[in-house]
């Protein structure tokens, strides 16, 4: 069973950076495209960002020009560099395996909090 820890959250003033890492067990990571969800408080979950195998990225309109997503496939990591943060950031994020509707998989790691407030 594929499993995700994620790691790197934290509270933060507006307008601070943090940086996100996120796992991934088995060997399979490199040819899967890895997207990073969030989900606040009352809402369903959401893909941020998204990167392929070949490092093509898209994100949503509301992190672009924010938030940059890598991966480094010899560790079976992506990473999410968060920069001029803002209170609707606010969420909990996950990595999975991006699918067509939600994550590939249906087993998500437990998230790291991202809380950004003054």
């Known amino acids: 069973q594929v499993q995700f820890v994620e790691s790197g959250g934290g509270l933060v003033q507006p307008g601070g950076s943090l940086r996100l890492s996120c796992t991934m067990s088995?060997?399979?990571?490199?040819?899967?495209?890895m997207g990073w969800y969030r989900q606040a408080p009352g809402k369903q979950r959401e893909l941020v960002a998204s990167?392929?195998?070949?490092?093509?990225?898209n994100y949503d309109d509301s992190v672009k020009g924010r938030f940059t997503i890598s991966r480094e496939n010899a560790r079976n990591t992506v990473y999410l560099q968060m920069n001029s943060l803002k209170p609707e950031d606010t969420a909990v994020y996950y990595c999975?395996?991006?699918?067509?509707?939600?994550?590939?998989?249906?087993?998500w790691g437990q998230g790291t909090q991202v809380t950004v407030s003054s």
């Open positions: 088995g060997s399979m990571f490199r040819i899967y495209t």
């Open positions: 990167i392929s195998n070949i490092r093509s990225t």
């Open positions: 999975n395996a991006k699918g067509s509707v939600d994550g590939l998989f249906a087993s």
